[in-house]
Nanobody, 122 residues
Framework: QVQLVESEGGLVQAGGSLRLSCAAS????????MGWFRQAPGKEREFVAT????????SYADSVKGRLTISRDNAKNTVSLQMNSLKPEDTAVYYC???????????????WGQGTQVTVSS
């Protein structure tokens, strides 16, 4: 069992930056693939980024490539999402997730955080 807790999101102007973190409980963090997803108002939840167990491989949604960066610290049981050059369309509730399979689909992830709101103003 893994419990995930995201850091507080926030309100940022377009073009600004924000860093999200997700803290995981337990001693098996390094055995999980970690991902970030988001859900905008009135839309389905979508994949944002994923990172493998060692942190050596990452994958991103086309809409965030070059602007968002996922990273992990296995010693601290944390995964982060650095968000730069934010756009109003990045406004969403962001969720971190842990799973056993490296992938971009929700079903690849078994554990989810509660979500944190990110709002980008124009």
């Amino acid at each position: 069992q893994v419990q995930l807790v995201e850091s507080e999101g926030g309100l940022v102007q377009a073009g600004g930056s924000l860093r999200l973190s997700c803290a995981a409980s337990g001693r098996t963090f390094s055995t999980y693939v970690m991902g970030w997803f988001r859900q905008a108002p009135g839309k389905e939840r979508e994949f944002v980024a994923t990172i493998n167990r060692s942190g050596s491989s990452t994958s991103y949604a086309d809409s965030v490539k070059g602007r968002l960066t996922i990273s992990r610290d296995n010693a601290k049981n944390t995964v982060s999402l650095q968000m730069n050059s934010l756009k109003p369309e990045d406004t969403a509730v962001y969720y971190c997730a842990a799973g056993r399979t490296y992938g971009t689909k929700e079903y690849a992830y078994d554990y989810w955080g509660q979500g944190t709101q990110v709002t980008v103003s124009s």
